[in-house]
């Protein structure tokens, strides 16, 4: 793959990339090692048409492919994710609210979690999530309800 | 039918961008309210999750995954060399074999005898060995879970 090429994709996706795979995976430390395997991954086997339309969502899958195999290994041995924001760029004063957040979203399922950033955050439309999570589109539609209703009733547990 | 997938205004809360039927509805809407809701939170939470400054350059990642590329390329031309280092060594000890079958000296005659013997005690040395490796590993499990 062209370098010049692979930069400019790397410059657009990285950023938003790594903060998907940190709240879907809920641990940062995590999200470093699955960035750089995916980019890894994209590079061993790029898409057929190398452009950034056709890169981002190529690139989120394997990180939700990544994210998702690491949480099935954890959940074999037993392990729990650490979800506290150790690694964001955050003040004293956002820290209180940062917590309660992440607490709050940790709470969702990793799948919930992750039709959740794609839908609300990284604008994907059904179909493209679909693609992303491997699902079929209709189910996108009612998962993300479900997802929807579940923060949203967490959110108001958290109001009382 | 029950509807599992709630208000269809809902789904199109993904954007600030609104136009104003959506604002009126959205304002006499419970399930589009709640929609809005998650909208916010979720720009929010992702306004916090900035990544760190060290992320890995795009020139290193491209650099190791050269070196990956070589590395299975290079795993990959070994393969038939040791695929052809069995064939060798089976085809080995059965010209060995046959070689034995079909020659009468005294030597081949201790060797054969020899071998022979070892056959004949073989199993028990498979059951041995088989038992020591599940005595292994049923004590490496119970360890594993004892540090737990």
Same mark, same amino acid.
């Given at each position: 793959?062209?370098?010049?090429?692979?930069?400019?994709?790397?410059?657009?996706?990285?950023?938003?990339?790594?903060?998907? /795979?940190?709240?879907?995976?809920? +641990?940062?430390?995590?999200?470093?090692?699955?960035?750089? =395997?995916?980019?890894?991954?994209?590079?061993?086997?790029?898409?057929?048409?190398?452009?950034?339309?056709?890169?981002?969502?190529?690139?989120?899958?394997?990180?939700?492919?990544?994210?998702?195999?690491?949480?099935?290994?954890?959940?074999?041995?037993?392990?729990?994710? +650490?979800?506290?924001?150790?690694?964001? =760029?955050?003040?004293?004063?956002?820290?209180?609210?940062?917590?309660?957040?992440?607490?709050?979203?940790? *709470?969702?399922?990793?799948?919930? *979690?992750?039709?959740?950033?794609?839908?609300?955050?990284?604008?994907?439309?059904?179909?493209?999530?679909?693609?992303?999570?491997?699902? +079929?589109?209709?189910?996108?539609? /009612?998962?993300?309800?479900?997802?929807?209703?579940?923060?949203?009733?967490?959110? =108001?547990?958290?109001?009382? | 039918?029950?509807?599992?997938?709630? #208000?269809?205004?809902?789904?199109?809360?993904?954007?600030?961008?609104?136009?104003?039927?959506?604002?009126?509805? %959205?304002?006499? #809407?419970?399930? #589009?309210?709640?929609?809005?809701?998650?909208?916010?939170?979720?720009?929010?939470?992702?306004?916090?999750?900035?990544?760190?400054?060290?992320?890995?350059?795009?020139?290193?990642?491209?650099?190791?995954?050269?070196?990956?590329?070589?590395?299975?390329?290079?795993?990959?031309?070994?393969?038939? %060399?040791?695929?052809?280092?069995?064939?060798?060594?089976?085809?080995? $000890?059965?010209?060995?074999?046959?070689?034995?079958?079909?020659?009468?000296?005294? %030597?081949?005659?201790?060797?054969?005898?020899?071998?022979?013997?070892?056959?004949? $005690?073989?199993?028990?040395?498979? $059951?041995?060995?088989?038992?020591?490796?599940?005595? #292994?590993?049923?004590?490496?499990?119970?360890?594993?879970?004892?540090?737990?």
């Amino acid at each position: 793959m062209d370098e010049t090429i692979f930069e400019e994709i790397y410059e657009q996706t990285a950023r938003p990339l790594w903060a998907y /795979v940190s709240r879907i995976s809920g +641990n940062p430390t995590a999200a470093d090692d699955i960035l750089q =395997e995916t980019y890894l991954r994209f590079l061993n086997s790029p898409p057929k048409q190398i452009d950034l339309k056709e890169a981002k969502p190529y690139l989120y899958k394997i990180a939700t492919n990544l994210a998702r195999d690491r949480f099935r290994k954890l959940k074999r041995e037993g392990k729990q994710e +650490n979800i506290l924001p150790e690694k964001c =760029e955050m003040t004293i004063e956002n820290f209180g609210e940062e917590l309660e957040m992440t607490q709050v979203f940790s *709470r969702l399922k990793e799948q919930e *979690r992750a039709l959740l950033w794609l839908a609300y955050v990284e604008g994907y439309e059904h179909r493209e999530i679909a693609g992303i999570l491997r699902l +079929n589109s209709m189910s996108v539609r /009612v998962l993300l309800f479900r997802a929807r209703r579940r923060l949203a009733q967490f959110l =108001e547990s958290e109001k009382r | 039918m029950k509807k599992t997938t709630g #208000c269809e205004y809902a789904n199109k809360i993904k954007s600030s961008k609104r136009d104003k039927n959506l604002e009126l509805h %959205i304002a006499g #809407c419970a399930e #589009c309210q709640q929609s809005q809701k998650v909208f916010d939170f979720m720009q929010k939470f992702a306004a916090q999750s900035e990544p760190p400054q060290n992320l890995p350059a795009p020139g290193f990642l491209m650099f190791k995954a050269r070196i990956l590329q070589k590395q299975a390329a290079l795993k990959r031309a070994v393969q038939p %060399i040791f695929w052809m280092q069995i064939a060798a060594s089976v085809l080995f $000890v059965t010209t060995i074999g046959w070689f034995l079958g079909r020659t009468q000296t005294p %030597i081949i005659s201790i060797l054969k005898g020899t071998l022979l013997s070892l056959l004949s $005690v073989a199993p028990l040395f498979i $059951v041995g060995a088989v038992s020591a490796v599940v005595i #292994c590993f049923a004590f490496n499990y119970f360890l594993h879970k004892a540090n737990k």
